[in-house]
């Protein structure tokens, strides 16, 4: 136990609960989640599948329906051919993390991840009693990693890379080029498979999703991680699934049955709906988030002693407070308590996180605007140098 790290989201929303329940205004800006309803045609589908009896258990990697839609999907959206015996469907997109890891590595075993990443990355990877192996990804390379970097880091004990594109702390984006030098340097280590965690896929502002599983000879090597969660806004229903080879999809399958046994059987009828049901709800949530991106990034870089780069997905910012000359955890904790601001340290997704905090803007935008009012307000009582 003492190897599992945790999700400091959520141990900041419970702060800030608990500030509220003192009678405080807080402003949310630290949770991952989609502040809009989940579609209503997708509600109705699960409202008509439990008065049809899907409230019963269904088998460990998903019902046949509903892996059959995920492999037709995933076969149109990254051009591969996807069988639905290379689905497994999970109660939410962590699940396919935690079992990748455990069917894959252990003592011995390296795994790359990115350094600031989502938190679960590194915690799994040292809970298999693997050796965890930071990437960083840095704001001089437009929040991407050094691609010599990578390759230095691979060695003859990589057993697995993890890649995070659009990413989630930063809303970088993995280019085509860059996928493909990716490519050519695994070509080199045969024995590394790839998690490839595109759960912000449909979140995108500009360009199109370039998946290393859509390269000759990747899928095979690669576990591709997606979801409900967040393109429509199904967070609660705890629905994700992963995409792998059929033998490796058979040992995660074996995992959950151990541990969770299914996926919920309404939930995954309600999933078929949102795959190929009307998108319109996610178009119009995707093009309100580019709205409230451009509002906080352009509040944020009107402050002095903050500088944020221009997200290309997801719905996060990742401004870099090193002009305010404090540290990015002792910040994160002030606006809380001094500015009713909810927001996490950079230093919550790796070491390389130090010097930035990490806004979610899933908030309105008159919220949004007066979580930039109070940090105007309040960081000059907190930092000398950064004067407004």
Known sequence: ?????????????????????????????EIGEPDFDTPKNVRAVAQRALDEGYTHYGPAPGLPQTRAAIAEYISKTRNIKVAPEEVIVTPGGKPVMFLAILALVGPGDEVIYPDPGFPIYESMINF???????????EENDFNFDLKEFEGLMSKKTRLVILNSPANPTGGVMTQESIEKVAKILARFPDALVLTDEIYSRILYEGTHHSLASLPGMKERCIILDGFSKTWAMTGWRLGYGIA?????????????????????????????????????????????????????????????????????????????????????????????????????????????????RFSYANSVENIEKALASIRQVLPTLAPTAKV
Request: hydrophobic share 45%.
């Open 1 to 29: 136990m003492s190897r599992l790290g945790t999700e400091t989201a959520f141990e900041v929303l419970v702060r800030a609960k608990a500030l509220e329940a003192q009678g405080r205004k807080i402003v949310h800006l």
């Open 245 to 357: 080879p059929k033998d490796l999809i058979n040992a995660m399958a074996k995992l959950a049955t151990n541990c969770y046994s299914c996926a919920p059987s309404f939930a995954q009828i309600a999933a078929i709906e949102a795959l190929n049901g009307p998108q319109n709800e996610v178009e119009l949530m995707v093009k309100e988030f580019k709205r409230r991106r451009d509002v906080i990034v352009k509040g944020l870089n009107s402050i002095s002693g903050i500088t944020c780069k221009m997200p290309k997905a997801a719905f996060y910012a990742f401004p870099n407070i090193t002009g305010t000359g404090l540290k990015s955890k002792a910040l994160a904790d002030a606006l809380l308590d001094k500015a009713g601001v909810a927001c996490l340290s950079g230093t919550a997704f790796g070491a390389n996180g130090e010097g930035y905090l």
């Open 128 to 138: 298999s009693g693997a050796k965890a192996v930071p990437l960083p990804i840095r």
